[in-house]
């Protein structure tokens, strides 16, 4: 007998009173880090028994390949069924094409059917191409659901996402509820969707709303067909403000209060997180009682798994234990530790008290990319019966499908769950490149997040480089939400060096990324502390910035004959990388895609009582080259705003073509200012 890949048939097997979930993740943007989630990907099916799982779609080049190669991973090798998203906005036709043809050849039977980004006017077609001959036009989700219809029949099984709160892409911000939205959900069901599934949410009252509207819709569209809530583990207080303000999604003012709480300790912030999913996951379950069927969710793993299994494990998504089944621990005479992260201690026992020491993001307009590692992999374990570096990490466990293993994933304990808690806190693009969940952290690829009429509205028309100057002293000034880099103002930190930043900024380096030295505050102090009480933070001074091409030859002189005080990375836009380091890429340099061994800094490091030295925060050479691609991409994106041809669009090409991205750590974090003087003096 084939086996069902189809996801509603797979809901359709399942017994009227059963629970299923599924899970989400990202092509990762390292090519160790994908096959860090190739390991813990098979994990999670062995020990969690996902129905499916989704694969983001990031449009165009690398980004839509690398999709595609990890769904059909998932699909054929690891044997999931596996729903690819597509996107059908800003894309040419000929991809979306190629990715639904590779999903058929890949055994693929399942598409989440999406619009994208918000249209750009005159369809700014990544590859050029146009509007094929037949003069199907993909500029929403109904419009997708219905070409892959046309030419598929019901070989794909398609599911479109909705919006309990309703949608807002902020060119219809006042009109952003569920009453606005139903109609075009209507159109995508009638098009030929046969699955909806929502975008994360927290506010269950909208929810209820949400569903009840669609159970009870006069035409009958929605009555008994699969609604699979969308739920968002929560993996850090920043992190979950920031996808919260992109999403437009309400956090209750209760929940809120539960991890503002505890905002300065990630490891409570994760399991208030875990108490608040899981206190969803009953009350949806409540909701979902009153429509016949089994009842599903949907979790954004961002490519995490502790805090997922948790959620799972405790709300009953698995089956009931059999009798005699225990999860696989190291040697059965020792007793379990508790696991070291970055030597620090994190008590993950069963019913034992947890905490862990908090972590806090660089300063100065790095947000949305700036994001930090925990897991210092490179060094020796401090307790090697128990602990694993992030290397070791990536060994495959043994297949064992049992629920006692979810618990060892859940809490830490035993081989699967020190795998599970190597890079445990989400690691962005100053983190540890090795980890799945390294990288942008939606996953969707190069985004400005907004519509180009909101673009236009807070960043004008830029025709000179004086305009996109002045851009970038507003945002330092608190005078301009966002750059097309940093979505939200500056951290509390940078007015210890917002005169340096303006000094920068004013004579065109324009920044993206810095923060201040540190040399031995309290880890208590109100700016710039974070960790466990009566520690000690230090920080070295960085920066990173955009500068002409021009003016970079002069820096660079500059940098060399400052070594070794300081060390930089640069980058354009081409592709070209320098470096204070030597350069991996083959060669006398190293071996090809391999760093060199002395090419990772350690730029924030904490010490704390009976702890090791935490050092949450590195930059190193494969991670700037990924972010740099994703840099040089966001000018690429802001420029299409404008439409092809404009001044606007022109200028900002030829800006992005010209200018060095460059990132400078100074090494002599007890003199506060001397980065400064080097850079501005």
């Keep these: 007998m084939a086996p069902v ?208 509207t669609l159970r009870d819709h006069p035409s009958g569209t929605f009555k008994t067909m699969p609604i699979i809530p969308g739920l968002m583990p929560i993996q850090g207080f920043q992190m979950i403000r920031r996808i919260m303000k992109l999403s437009h999604a309400k956090m209750p003012e209760d929940y809120n209060a539960r991890l503002v709480a505890v905002k300065g300790d990630d490891e409570k912030v994760k399991m208030a997180g875990v108490d608040i999913l899981s206190e969803m996951v009953e009350t949806i379950r409540e909701i979902k009682s009153r429509t016949p069927g089994p009842k599903g969710f949907h979790f954004y793993t961002l490519n995490l798994e502790k805090a997922v299994s948790f959620i799972i494990e405790r709300t009953n998504l698995i089956g009931a234990t059999p009798d005699g089944e225990e999860a696989i621990v190291d040697d059965a005479s020792l007793p379990i530790p508790a696991v070291q992260i970055n030597g620090d201690a994190a008590a993950m026992r069963r019913r034992a008290s947890r905490s862990r020491s908090s972590r806090r993001t660089s300063s100065a307009g790095a947000d949305p990319h700036n994001r930090v590692i925990i897991s210092d992999g490179e060094r020796r374990p401090s307790n090697p019966s128990w602990e694993v570096s992030g290397q070791e990490a990536g060994i495959r466990a043994e297949p064992v499908n049992t629920r006692a293993n979810t618990l060892a994933i859940s809490e830490g304990e035993g081989v699967l769950g020190r795998e599970a808690t190597w890079d445990d806190f989400p690691n962005g693009r100053f983190g540890d490149a090795r980890s799945p969940a390294y990288g942008e952290i939606d996953g969707y690829g190069v985004s400005l997040h907004m519509s180009p009429a909101a673009a236009m509205r807070l960043w004008g028309q830029p025709t000179s480089v004086q305009d996109v100057n002045e851009l970038f002293v507003q945002h330092i000034r608190g005078e301009l939400a966002a750059t097309p880099w940093s979505e939200e103002e500056l951290l509390p930190e940078s007015s210890a060096i917002t005169p340096h930043l303006l000094q920068l900024n004013s004579k065109g380096w324009l920044t993206v990324a810095s923060q201040p030295a540190v040399n031995g505050l309290r880890s208590s102090d109100a700016t710039f502390g974070w960790g466990p009480s009566n520690g000690f933070v230090f920080q070295k001074a960085f920066v990173e910035f955009f500068l002409s091409s021009a003016d970079w030859q002069v820096l660079e002189g500059r940098l060399r004959a400052a070594l070794p005080e300081v060390c930089f990375y640069a980058a354009n836009a081409k592709g070209d990388v320098v470096s204070s380091h030597p350069i991996s890429g083959g060669g006398a340099s190293g071996v090809e895609g391999v760093p060199t061994t002395d090419n990772t800094n350690a730029v924030t490091w904490g010490v704390f009582p009976g702890k090791e030295i935490v050092t949450p925060t590195i930059i190193e050479e494969v991670s700037f080259r990924a972010w740099s691609e994703e840099a040089f991409g966001i000018w690429a994106e802001w420029a299409k705003v404008y439409g092809r041809g404009s001044a606007s669009e022109k200028f900002l090409s030829s800006m992005r073509d010209d200018y060095w991205l460059v990132n400078v750590i100074h090494h002599e974090y007890v003199e506060g200012d001397a980065l400064w003087k080097l850079l501005n003096g």
């Excluded at 699955?195 to 927290?202: A, E, K």
Aim: charge should be negative; aromatic fraction near 10%.
């Design 5 to 212: 890949d189809k996801i509603t048939d797979k809901i359709a097997a399942l017994p009227a009173d059963g629970n299923y979930f599924s899970l989400e993740f990202f092509p990762p943007k390292t090519e160790t880090g994908f096959n860090n989630l190739r390991d813990r990907l098979y994990r999670m099916e062995r020990a969690l028994r996902p129905l499916f799982v989704n694969v983001t779609w990031g449009a165009g080049g690398s980004t839509a390949d690398k999709s595609l190669e990890l769904a059909e991973m998932c699909q054929k090798e690891i044997g999931i069924t596996t729903c690819l998203h597509l996107t059908c906005t800003n894309m040419s036709r000929r991809l979306v094409d190629k990715a639904l043809a590779d999903a058929k050849k890949a055994g693929i039977r399942n598409i989440l059917a999406l619009r994208g980004d918000p249209p750009r006017d005159d369809e700014y077609r990544i590859d050029g191409d146009e509007v094929d001959e037949e003069g199907d036009k993909l500029v929403w989700a109904q419009d997708l659901v219905a070409y892959i219809r046309k030419k598929y029949d019901d070989y794909f099984c398609i599911g479109v996402a909705a919006y309990p709160e309703g949608h807002s892409d902020e060119s219809h911000p006042v009109h952003q509820s569920l009453e606005h939205d139903l109609p075009y959900l209507v159109d995508k069901v009638m098009a030929g969707a046969d699955f909806i599934m929502t975008q994360l949410f927290f506010d269950l009252e909208a929810y209820d709303k949400f569903e009840r």
